[in-house]
């Protein structure tokens, strides 16, 4: 499984962004779960969300009702939306897909959000 993400940038506190995860050689449909994560400067790599194959969604509590995890099984692309950004939003985020608990990872896409 190859994972690209896109759609990171600089934008104002309380802004949007979306970011996308682009999936090949296998159909996200058929992939236990997609997961969005991110790594602030200095900090450990946290899990930001989480969509599974039958579309059941989960949420980091700093994130919950901000952010929303979806998928496009035809594009075969999960995506990320981010509402009401935050300054501590900033971080590289991830995609990776987890396939019978062997992760795969694309690389990052920075988020910056000023304040």
């Known amino acids: 499984v190859q994972l690209q993400a896109s759609g990171g940038g600089l934008v104002q506190a309380g802004g949007s962004l979306r970011l996308s995860c682009a999936a090949s050689g296998r159909s996200i449909a058929s992939i236990n779960g997609m997961l969005w994560y991110r790594q602030a400067p200095g900090k450990q790599r946290e899990l930001v969300a989480a969509?599974?194959?039958?579309?059941?969604?989960s949420y980091a509590d700093s994130v919950n009702g901000r952010f929303t995890v979806s998928r496009d099984n035809a594009k075969n692309t999960v995506y990320l939306q981010m509402n009401s950004l935050k300054p501590e939003d900033t971080a590289v985020y991830y995609c990776?897909?987890?396939?019978?608990?062997?992760?795969?990872w694309g690389q990052g896409t920075l988020v910056t959000v000023s304040s």
């Open positions: 990776a897909a987890d396939v019978d608990r062997l992760y795969y």
């Open positions: 969509i599974t194959s039958g579309g059941s969604t």
